[in-house]
């Protein structure tokens, strides 16, 4: 199956300041997804990232906190701007094609301070 | 309703025995189901997908879907402490893959 690397792997962050997080697929997919993890908690969809088009997001999350671009079909960033302690969590990007299940990268873990 | 629900856990079992984990989801046109692994501070993996109503087995791991009752399962047979994670299922329809909230399973040595 493709492979997903996603970076930075960890950051520790100033209250108030902004983090970009790099999703790079090695082959073309349809979907690329933005996941936020608790430790020990389930997965939270935060928005499909569109090619070439605005990001949908789901209920609770919005573009000005959590920009995302996706200017190909292998390649994503989702930014965590303004941050909070309460932004600390695991971000998580993911993949799909039709003919493919769900991947995922390795994940970003984030603390601000 | 959830979309798709997955058995509160924990799970506890014995190192040795069969673990047993469910799933239900609630879209009657979901294609396809897989189970994903998580071990602590990782990423989920994918270790069994299943398309058809049946069994589908792979060394120690069965799937089992049954689409009119809108439920999968995945059995781990032969329990090993290796095992202890979150279990994650997955439903795909077109466009979408819906996580459950997981099982996370502790098999003692």
């Known amino acids: 199956s493709a492979v997903i690397s996603q970076k930075p792997s960890r950051d520790i962050c100033q209250r108030g300041t902004s983090l970009t997080i790099q999703c790079q697929v090695d082959?073309?997919?349809?979907?690329m997804f933005w996941y936020r993890q608790q430790p020990g908690q389930s997965l939270t969809l935060i928005a499909t990232?569109?090619?070439?088009?605005?990001?949908?997001?789901e209920s609770g999350f919005v573009i000005d906190k959590f920009p995302i671009s996706r200017p190909n079909l292998t390649f994503s960033t989702l930014t965590v701007s303004n941050m909070s302690p309460e932004d600390s969590s695991i971000y998580l990007c993911?993949?799909?094609?039709?003919?493919?299940?769900?991947?995922f990268g390795q994940g970003t873990r984030l603390t601000v301070v | 309703q959830k979309e798709v629900e997955q058995n509160s856990g924990p799970l506890s079992v014995p190192e040795g025995a069969i673990a047993s984990l469910n799933c239900t989801y609630s879209?009657?046109?979901?294609?396809?189901f897989f189970w994903y692994r998580q071990y602590s501070g990782k990423s989920p993996e994918l270790i069994m997908s299943?398309?058809?109503?049946g069994d589908k087995e792979d060394g120690r791991f069965t799937a089992q879907l049954n689409k009119a009752s809108q439920y999968v399962s995945l059995l781990i047979r032969d329990s090993q402490p290796s095992d202890s994670a979150t279990y994650l299922c997955?439903?795909?329809?077109?466009?979408?893959?819906?996580f459950g909230d997981g099982t996370t399973l502790t098999v003692k040595p």
């Open positions: 997955a439903v795909k329809v077109p466009g979408k893959s819906t």
């Open positions: 082959s073309q997919v349809t979907m």
């Open positions: 990232a569109n090619q070439g088009s605005e990001a949908t997001y």
């Open positions: 299943i398309y058809s109503n």
């Open positions: 879209d009657r046109g979901s294609q396809s």
């Open positions: 993911s993949a799909l094609s039709p003919n493919t299940e769900a991947f």
